[in-house]
């Protein structure tokens, strides 16, 4: 079986999250598979003596239940990577934003972000209230982890969430 690109569109935030710590995870054979986001998401219940469909975390029971229906529909040994979610934060979407309008009309890609980034822009948008002081490093951290994973020359663009 197949697995349509857009399969990400029906993945949660918080199970996105998930998978994305699986794949960056190196104690974890690569690629990872479906079954071994499930096991991660099992890993975090503090107790053995909890029964496996018993959760103190509703959160972590609705993580349980969403994997395993992805398990169900497409198998266990489906790679994670195309359930991952590739929306930015709402602080690099922000930043992205931004850098569009500025480029009046010019493609901008993940590095000319990353280079804008550094450049002024982020320290203009934190100036203008539009990010949060606090949340610089990890905007910077997110939009590297973006061109290690889609590469330099992707455009930006491609990342901000659309209603």
Known sequence: MS????????????????????????????PADLASVR?????????????????????????????????????????????????????LSSLIEAACDAAEGEAITLEGLFEAAESGLLADLVGQGEIADDEVQSVLSELRALIERHGPDRLAIDFVRKP
Do not use: C, H, M
């Not at 399969?7 to 998978?19: A, D, G, M, W």
């Not at 395993?68 to 934060?89: C, H, K, M, Q, R």
């Open 39 to 91: 096991e991660t998401i099992l890993a975090k219940i503090q107790t053995a003596t909890v029964a496996l469909n018993r959760f103190a975390d509703d959160q972590l029971q609705q993580l349980r239940d969403e994997v395993d229906a992805l398990i169900e529909e497409y198998g266990a040994d489906t790679p994670a990577v195309g359930f991952l979610n590739p929306w930015s934060s709402a602080a």
């Open 3 to 30: 697995v349509s690109y857009d399969v990400f569109e029906n993945t949660s935030e918080q199970l996105s999250t998930v998978i994305a710590d699986v794949l960056d995870d190196e104690a974890i054979a690569q």
